[in-house]
C-alpha cells in the first residue's frame, strides 16, 4: 500500500497587502502551518510528501524563506519529499527558485522535480511528474504523463502530479494551462496529484484527480481551504482513499453588521466574537458595517467595534454606512444650529453633484412640526457656489466619492461633539 | 458708556485743576479756538480709561505740561449699564488709580491700582496691548464710536477684533452662534494642520508625510521592478541563447560530417590531377614538333612564290625608273627661260612707281603753305582782340579800388555825420537875420564860410554850435556864446564823425561819396565790356589757350611748309602746275603703277609653276630608283632563308614530318586514359572543401560565441534570482498600500475640514448677506438726510465696510474715491447706526473730534438735524474750533483758561 501527503499552492512568501503591518505575520502563519502538515504526515508515516506546485509565491523570494522552507524539509528527514514547479514558480531556468544553490544543494529526500520524468517511490510506485516552465500556456500539461506512463512498469502504482486549472466549462481560462477532465483516466493514472485552485476539489474523473486546495487560507472567500489530502492506494488499478485533513493554522471570518437592525447585528457580532476571542491570536476577522444610520449611533458603534477587534491577530472594519440624520434630529439642529443645518443640506447638494447618491432623513419628512423654520429658507447652494467654494483648495468635484461624503459628514459630526458634549 | 463730567490737572497747557461737566444725556458742543486743550482733554480722558496707571509711554509724558515733570491726573465720572462710576488717575510721578462707584447717592472707593484698572476694562470692554500705551483698538466700543481729529476717514476692521466681529453681528442682527464659531475654528485648525489654504499638502502634516513616504517607496519599487524586468529580459536573453546553442550544436555536428567527406575525395583527385598534368605536358611537347614541321613546309612552298613574283617587280621598276629621267630633262629646259624674262619687268615697274611719289610730295608741300596763311591771319585776329582788352585792363586799374561794403560804410559815416550836424543844428546856436538893406557879413567862426552876404529882406539862418563872432558891414561885431553842454558834445561828436568820413574817403581813394558811387559804377561797367572782348578773343584762340601758343603754332606751320619746298625743289613747270593739275597726274600714275604691279604678278605666279613641277619631277625619278633598288633587296633575301630551311632537313622535310605525327598520336592516347580515371566534377572539389571548412569554422565560433553568451546570461540569472526581488517588493507593496492608506485618510480628513469650514463661512456669509439690504437702507436714509440727496444709495460689501455711494451697486463711487467731506459723512452714518445699535444695551457715548471740517455750511446743518434727532438716544459730543457753526446746537461747553467752567445751556 502507498501513502502520501498531497498538497499544493503553499505560495509561501506570499503578498498581504491589504493587511499593512499584519502581512509578515499572515506569512509567517504559513510556515507554522508547512510545518504541521509535515509533522502529520510524519505521523500518518506517509511514503511521501507532494507538493503539486506554487510551494512558493514566486520564484524571486527571498533566500532567508529558502532556507526556512528547507530547514523544515532537513529536520524531516525521514519523509521524502517531492517538489513540483508551479505557474508561480516555474522552472524557467538559472533565475527559478529552484536553481538556487540552496535547493541545487538540497538533502537527499527532497526532490525537485525540474523535468517530466518517473521516479520510483518505493513501495511498487512510480511518480510521473510534469512541472511547469512558464507562468502561462494553453498546453495541457498532463499529456506529458500519458508519454511518461510507458516508461513505467505496468503493473506498477502509478501516481501522477502536475499544475494547471481543470477545464471545467466557465471555470478556467484557455491559457491557464487546462487540464483535462479525465487526466487520470487517460494517462492510466490510478491518482493525479493537481494544484492550482484554493479550494479543496474532488469528484473529478472518478475521484482520481484531487486539488487540495491551499492549506493555509489567504482570503476571506475560500471557504473550503485549509486543508491537505492524505491518500493511501493499495495496489495499482484501485481506488485511492482520500482523507480532507484540516492544517490551516488561521481562521479567517467575515461579519456583516447592517444597521437597519442594529440591535440584532450587535448582539449576534458580539457573540460571534465571543466565541473567536479564546482563539484571537488567531483570528483573521473583518466586519463590514453597512445601512444608515444616525451619527451617534455609528460613533457609539464603531467605538465598540473598535475596542472589540483589538484583540484579534487582525482586525479589519470596513464601514459601508452613511450617516443620516432622524427627523427629530435635524429640527433640533435647524433650531440649535441654523447654519449648521444649511451646511448639512449643502453637502447633500454637493453629493449630489458630484454624482452620488444623498442620504435621506431616516423619518418621513411629512410631519409638519419638523417643517424647517422660516428663518432658515436660504437658497440651495448652486453648481458655481460649489465650484467656486473647492477652487482655493484644488478639490475636483468630480473626485469625491460616497465614502468622503459620509467621511465629511462624520467629520462635521465628530468635531460638533467635541466642542458641544 | 456715556461721559458725566472730567476734571483735569497738570494735563497739557491745564497745569491748575480744569473741570469740564457736567455734560448732559443728550448733544454736548464743546467749542474752544485751536490749541485750546478740548482734544487734549479728551485724549487724557482715554489714557485714564483704559492705560495702566503705572503706565510711562510716551503717550502719557505728553500729557504732561511742556517743560515740567508735574504728574498728569486725570478724574473721569462715567456710566455704564453696571452704574455710575468715577475713575481718578495719576500718571508718572506717584502713579495711582482710583475707582468709586456711586451707590446711593455717595461714591464708594471699590478699587484701587491695578485692579481699578482691571475693573474698569472688564466695565468698558476694552483691552491691553502687551507692552506700550493702547491705541484705539484696544478701546472697546469707544474705539469705533470717537472719530479723531485728523482721522476721520479710518475706520477699524471689523474682522480682527472680537469686538468688531460682535458689532458687525449687532448690525447685522446675525446669530452668534460659538457652538459654530468653536466648530469653525476646530475645523479650520484640522485642515490648516493638514492642507494649506491653496489645498497643498502642508509640510510636517500628515498628508505630506505619508505622500513623501509614498514617493521614496515609489522609487524603491521602481528599482526592484526595473531589477525584475531585467531578469526578465535576461530570462528571455537565456532562453533565446540556450535555443540558438542546441541549434548551432545540431549544425555543427552535420557540417563536421560533410567537411570530411569533402577532404577525402579532394585528395584523391589531387593524385589522378598530377599524374594528368605530367601527360599533358608530352602531349604537348609532341604537338609543338609537329606543329614546327607543318610551318616549316609552309614556309619553304610561299618563299618559293615569293621569289618568281620578286623577280617581276624588279623588271617593271626598271622600266619606270628610265621613264622619269626623260621627264625632268625637259622641265628644266622650260624653267631656265622663264627666269631669264623676270628682271626686265620689275625694272619698269619701278620707274612708275618713282613718278607716282613725286606728284604725291609736290601736292602735300602745296596744302603745308596754305596751313601757314590760315594761321597767320588767324593770328592776327586773335593779337587784335588782346589789344582790346589791354585798354579795358588799363582803365580799369585807373578806378579807385573801391568795393560796395566800403562804400556803404563811407555812407553810414556821412550819415553819422549829417545826424550829428543836425543834431548840433538843434542844440547849437541858430540866428536868423533878415538885414533892413543888403549888406555883408563876415561869420568869423565858420572857416567855410567866413564872409556871406545878406539880401535885405530876406532871412539868413546861421548857425553854430556854440559861439558865433559876426562882423556885420555898417553895423558892427556880434558875439554870441551858449552854455549848453549838449551842444558842445554834439559838436565834438559831429568833428569826429567828419574826420572819421574825411580819413574814410582818403583812404578808399576817393574824394567825395558820390566819386565813390561813380568809381564802383565805372568799375562794374569795364568788367563787363572785358568780359565781353574775352568772350571775342576765345573763338580766334581755337585749340591754343594762349595768343603765345597760338603764335608758335602758326611758326612752326610756315616753318614745315618752307622745308618741304626746299627738300622737293620743285622745277619752274612743277611750280607752274596748279594743284588740280597735280592731283589729276596723281590719280592717273596710280592707275599705271597699279596694272604694272597685276602683271609683274602674274608672271611671277607662272614662274612659280615651273619651279614646282620641275621639283616633283625631280623627286618622282628619285623615288623610281628606290624601288628598282628594293626590288633587288628583296630577291636577293628570299633566295637566303629558302637555303636555309632546306638545310634543316637532311633527310628531307616529308620524312621528319611522318615521324612528328605518329609521337603526337601516342602521348594523346595516355593523356584520354587518364582522364577517364578521374571523378565527376573533380575542378570544383578544393574550391568545394574549402568553403566547407570556413563553414565549419564559423560555426564553430558562432556556437562558442552563444554558448558564451547563454552562460553570461545564466550567470546574470543566478545572480539576480537570488536577490529575492519579489519578497523585497512584497514589502514595499505593503508598506506602498499602508501609506497610501494614510494618505488617502489624511487628504480625506484635509478636505473634510476643509470644506466643512469654508461650507460654514459661507453660510455665515449668505446670513450677513441677508441682511445687507435692510442695513444699507437705513444708512441710506441717514445718509440722505444728511446730503439732501436721495437719489444716492450707500452699499456696504460682505464685511461691512462701506463699499461706496451710486445709484446701483455696478456703478458706485468707491468710498476711496470720494471726497473728505462725503467720506467723513458716510462715516458719521456709520458711527450713528454702530452707536444706535449699542444703545439699545446701555447708554452710549459718540464723540466726534472737529471731524466734520470738509463739510460745507448746507450739510452741516442737516447734520446737526441728524444729530439732534440722534441725541435723543444717544449721549454725542461735538469737538470744534467753529463755534460759530454750533450756535444755539444742544448743551455748549466751553474752555476758558485754567478756570471751572460751566455749561451754559
Redo the contacts between chains.
Keep these: 500500500m502507498l501513502r502520501f501527503v498531497h498538497s499544493s499552492d503553499w505560495q509561501l512568501?506570499?503578498?498581504?497587502?491589504?493587511?499593512?503591518?499584519k502581512?509578515a505575520q499572515l506569512r509567517a502563519a504559513r510556515i507554522v502551518t508547512l510545518q504541521k502538515a509535515l509533522d502529520l504526515a510524519l505521523s500518518k508515516q506517509a511514503d511521501a510528501f507532494l507538493i503539486a506546485g506554487d510551494l512558493f509565491?514566486?520564484?524571486?523570494?527571498?533566500?532567508?524563506?529558502v532556507r526556512t522552507v528547507l530547514d523544515l524539509f532537513g529536520a524531516r528527514s525521514s519523509l521524502p519529499i517531492y517538489i513540483l514547479p508551479g505557474n508561480h514558480d516555474p522552472h524557467?531556468?538559472?533565475?527559478?527558485?529552484w536553481?538556487?544553490?540552496a535547493f541545487l544543494n538540497a538533502p537527499h529526500h527532497v526532490h525537485v522535480l525540474r523535468e517530466a520524468l518517473a521516479v520510483e517511490l518505493g513501495n511498487n510506485a512510480y511518480l510521473l511528474a510534469a512541472p511547469l516552465r512558464q507562468k502561462l500556456s494553453s498546453h495541457d500539461p498532463s499529456l506529458k504523463l500519458a508519454e511518461l506512463v510507458t516508461t513505467v512498469p505496468a503493473e506498477a502504482i502509478k501516481i501522477g502530479i502536475t499544475h494547471g486549472a481543470l477545464a471545467i466549462e466557465s471555470k478556467h481560462q484557455p491559457n491557464d494551462f487546462p487540464i483535462a477532465l479525465n487526466a487520470a483516466s487517460r494517462a492510466g493514472l490510478d491518482y493525479l496529484a493537481v494544484g492550482h485552485w484554493h479550494n479543496w476539489l474532488t469528484d473529478t474523473d472518478s475521484g482520481r484527480i484531487v486539488m487540495p486546495g491551499t492549506p493555509e487560507p489567504d482570503r476571506f472567500t475560500n471557504d473550503d481551504s485549509g486543508h491537505v489530502a492524505f491518500v493511501e492506494i493499495d495496489g495499482p488499478g484501485q481506488s485511492p482513499r482520500i482523507q480532507k485533513l484540516p492544517v490551516a493554522t488561521l481562521d479567517w471570518r467575515s461579519f456583516s453588521f447592517d444597521f437597519l437592525h442594529p440591535e440584532a447585528a450587535r448582539a449576534s457580532l458580539a457573540a460571534a466574537l465571543t466565541a473567536l476571542t479564546p482563539a484571537a491570536y488567531r483570528a483573521v476577522v473583518r466586519v463590514t458595517l453597512a445601512g444608515t444610520a444616525s451619527p451617534a449611533a455609528l460613533h457609539e458603534t464603531r467605538t465598540w467595534l473598535a475596542t472589540s477587534l483589538t484583540p484579534f491577530l487582525v482586525g479589519q472594519l470596513v464601514d459601508e454606512t452613511r450617516v443620516a440624520l432622524t427627523a427629530i434630529e435635524l429640527a433640533d439642529l435647524r433650531t440649535?444650529?441654523?447654519?449648521?443645518a444649511?451646511?448639512l443640506a449643502?453637502?447633500d447638494r454637493?453629493e449630489a453633484f458630484a454624482g452620488g447618491h444623498v442620504a435621506a432623513v431616516i423619518a418621513s419628512p411629512s410631519d409638519a412640526s419638523l417643517a424647517p423654520s422660516p428663518a432658515v429658507t436660504?437658497?440651495p447652494?448652486t453648481l458655481a457656489?460649489a465650484q467656486a467654494?473647492?477652487a482655493?483648495?484644488?478639490?475636483d468635484l468630480t473626485q469625491?466619492t460616497p465614502?468622503?461624503f459620509a467621511?465629511?459628514r462624520?467629520?462635521?459630526f465628530q468635531?460638533?461633539r467635541?466642542?458641544?458634549p | 458708556m456715556i461721559l458725566h463730567a472730567l476734571e483735569l490737572t497738570h494735563v497739557g497747557r491745564f497745569r491748575d485743576t480744569v473741570r469740564l461737566g457736567p455734560f448732559a444725556s443728550g448733544l454736548n458742543v464743546l467749542a474752544a479756538p485751536n490749541e485750546s486743550g478740548k482734544s487734549t482733554a479728551l485724549h487724557a480722558t482715554a489714557r485714564a480709561l483704559f492705560d495702566r496707571h503705572s503706565t510711562r509711554s510716551e503717550e502719557i509724558k505728553a500729557l504732561q505740561p511742556a517743560g515740567t515733570s508735574l504728574a498728569p491726573c486725570v478724574t473721569v465720572e462715567f456710566e455704564t449699564r453696571q452704574g455710575r462710576f468715577r475713575l481718578a488717575k495719576t500718571f508718572l510721578q506717584k502713579p495711582e488709580s482710583h475707582l468709586h462707584q456711586q451707590r446711593s447717592g455717595t461714591w464708594e472707593l471699590i478699587a484701587e491700582a491695578d485692579a481699578a484698572d482691571q475693573r474698569v476694562q472688564a466695565l468698558l470692554q476694552s483691552s491691553l496691548p502687551g507692552r506700550g500705551a493702547t491705541r484705539p483698538e484696544h478701546w472697546g466700543f469707544l474705539g469705533f464710536l470717537w472719530a479723531r481729529q485728523g482721522e476721520p476717514a479710518l475706520w477699524p476692521g471689523l474682522d480682527d477684533a472680537e469686538i468688531g466681529q460682535r458689532i458687525r453681528a449687532r448690525l447685522a442682527r446675525v446669530e452668534l452662534d460659538p457652538v459654530i464659531e468653536q466648530l469653525r475654528d476646530r475645523l479650520a485648525a484640522a485642515a490648516e494642520a493638514i492642507i494649506t489654504s491653496t489645498g497643498q499638502p502642508r509640510t510636517g502634516g500628515p498628508l505630506r508625510e505619508a505622500e513623501d513616504d509614498l514617493a521614496t517607496l515609489d522609487t524603491a519599487l521602481a528599482e526592484v521592478r526595473r531589477t525584475r524586468a531585467e531578469l526578465e529580459e535576461n530570462l528571455q536573453h537565456y532562453q533565446q541563447s540556450e535555443a540558438e546553442v542546441a541549434r548551432l550544436e545540431k549544425e555543427h555536428t552535420e557540417r563536421t560530417a560533410v567537411a570530411t567527406t569533402l577532404r577525402d575525395q579532394a585528395s584523391a583527385a589531387e593524385r589522378l590531377r598530377a599524374e594528368l598534368d605530367g601527360r599533358l605536358q608530352a602531349l604537348a611537347t609532341a604537338q609543338e614538333k609537329l606543329t614546327t614541321l607543318t610551318a616549316d613546309a609552309e614556309t619553304l612552298l610561299r618563299l618559293q612564290r615569293e621569289q618568281t613574283g620578286a623577280q617581276t617587280a624588279l623588271t617593271q621598276s626598271r622600266a619606270a625608273a628610265q621613264g622619269a629621267e626623260q621627264g625632268l630633262l625637259e622641265l628644266r629646259t622650260r624653267l631656265d627661260q622663264a627666269q631669264a624674262d623676270q628682271p626686265p619687268r620689275e625694272t619698269a615697274l619701278q620707274s612708275l612707281r618713282a613718278g607716282h611719289q613725286r606728284l604725291q610730295s609736290l601736292i602735300r608741300s602745296r596744302q603745308l603753305a596754305a596751313a601757314a596763311t590760315a594761321s597767320v591771319k588767324q593770328l592776327k585776329k586773335a593779337e587784335t582782340a588782346t589789344a582790346a582788352i589791354t585798354v579795358l585792363e588799363a582803365r580799369k586799374t585807373q578806378l579807385p579800388a573801391l568795393a560796395p561794403a566800403k562804400l556803404k560804410k563811407l555812407e553810414e559815416l556821412s550819415e553819422s555825420a549829417r545826424d550829428h550836424r543836425t543834431r548840433l543844428q538843434a542844440l547849437g546856436l541858430t540866428v536868423e537875420l533878415t538885414p533892413e538893406k543888403k549888406t555883408s557879413l563876415e561869420n568869423h567862426g565858420d572857416a567855410r564860410a567866413p564872409q556871406q552876404t545878406l539880401p535885405a529882406g530876406k532871412p539868413t539862418r546861421l548857425q553854430s554850435p556854440q559861439a558865433m563872432d559876426l562882423h556885420l558891414a555898417g553895423w558892427g561885431r556880434i558875439v554870441i556864446r551858449s552854455g549848453s553842454q549838449e551842444a558842445q558834445s554834439a559838436a565834438t561828436d559831429l568833428a569826429q564823425a567828419e574826420t572819421a568820413l574825411q580819413e574814410a574817403l582818403q583812404q578808399a581813394g576817393v574824394p567825395t561819396i558820390e566819386a565813390g558811387r561813380e568809381a564802383i559804377a565805372a568799375r562794374k561797367d569795364l568788367e563787363t565790356q572785358l568780359k565781353a572782348a574775352l568772350a571775342a578773343l576765345a573763338p580766334h584762340l581755337g585749340d591754343h589757350e594762349t595768343i603765345e601758343k597760338l603764335r608758335q603754332a602758326a611758326a612752326a606751320e610756315a616753318r614745315r611748309a618752307e622745308a618741304s619746298i626746299t627738300a622737293l625743289a620743285p622745277t619752274d613747270a612743277e611750280q607752274a602746275r596748279s594743284l588740280t593739275d597735280l592731283e589729276s597726274a596723281e590719280a592717273a600714275a596710280a592707275e599705271s603703277v597699279s596694272a604694272a604691279e597685276t602683271a609683274l604678278a602674274t608672271f611671277n605666279k607662272q614662274l612659280a609653276k615651273l619651279r614646282t613641277e620641275e621639283r616633283t619631277a625631280g623627286q618622282t625619278a628619285q623615288q623610281v630608283a628606290r624601288q628598282v633598288s628594293e626590288h633587288e633587296a628583296a630577291l636577293r633575301s628570299l633566295e637566303a632563308r629558302i637555303k636555309s630551311i632546306t638545310e634543316r632537313y637532311p633527310d628531307s622535310l616529308d620524312v621528319a614530318k611522318k615521324t612528328a605525327q605518329l609521337a603526337f598520336a601516342q602521348a594523346e592516347a595516355r593523356v584520354i586514359a587518364t582522364k577517364a580515371e578521374l571523378p565527376p566534377e573533380f575542378e570544383k572539389l578544393p574550391e568545394r572543401n574549402k568553403r566547407a571548412a570556413a563553414s565549419l569554422q564559423q560555426i564553430t565560433n558562432d556556437l562558442q560565441a552563444r554558448r558564451t553568451e547563454r552562460d553570461q546570461a545564466k550567470a546574470t540569472l543566478e545572480i539576480l534570482g537570488g536577490q529575492g526581488l519579489y519578497s523585497r517588493e512584497t514589502e514595499l507593496e505593503e508598506k506602498k498600500a499602508e501609506a497610501t492608506l494614510r494618505r488617502d485618510a489624511a487628504r480625506w480628513l484635509g478636505w473634510s475640514a476643509r470644506v466643512a469650514h469654508d461650507l460654514i463661512e459661507h453660510r455665515k456669509q449668505a446670513a450677513t448677506k441677508a441682511v445687507l439690504a435692510p442695513l444699507e437702507q437705513r444708512l441710506t436714509a441717514a445718509f440722505a438726510e444728511l446730503t439732501g440727496n436721495a437719489a444716492r444709495q450707500v452699499f456696504l460689501d460682505e464685511r461691512l465696510q462701506i463699499a461706496g455711494i451710486g445709484r446701483t451697486r455696478d456703478e458706485i463711487h468707491a468710498f476711496e474715491q470720494l471726497s473728505q467731506g462725503a467720506k467723513e459723512q458716510l462715516l458719521l452714518c456709520l458711527r450713528l447706526a454702530v452707536a444706535q445699535e449699542l444703545a439699545t444695551d446701555e447708554p452710549q457715548v459718540l464723540i466726534l473730534d472737529d471731524v466734520l471740517v470738509n463739510t460745507d455750511p448746507v450739510r452741516q446743518d442737516r447734520i446737526l438735524d441728524v444729530l439732534g434727532t440722534q441725541a435723543a438716544r444717544l449721549q454725542i459730543l461735538i469737538l470744534t474750533c467753529h463755534p460759530d457753526r454750533y450756535r444755539g446746537v444742544g448743551n455748549q461747553i466751553k474752555i476758558e483758561g485754567n478756570q471751572s467752567v460751566e455749561i451754559s445751556r
Design positions: 512568501g506570499a503578498r498581504f497587502s491589504q493587511f499593512g503591518p502581512a509565491e514566486d520564484n524571486q523570494v527571498d533566500d532567508g524563506l524557467t531556468g538559472p533565475d527559478s527558485v536553481q538556487r544553490k440649535r444650529h441654523p447654519i449648521l444649511q451646511v449643502d453637502i454637493l436660504t437658497p447652494l457656489e467654494l473647492l482655493p483648495a484644488k478639490i469625491l465614502t468622503w467621511q465629511l462624520q467629520t462635521i468635531s460638533l467635541e466642542v458641544s
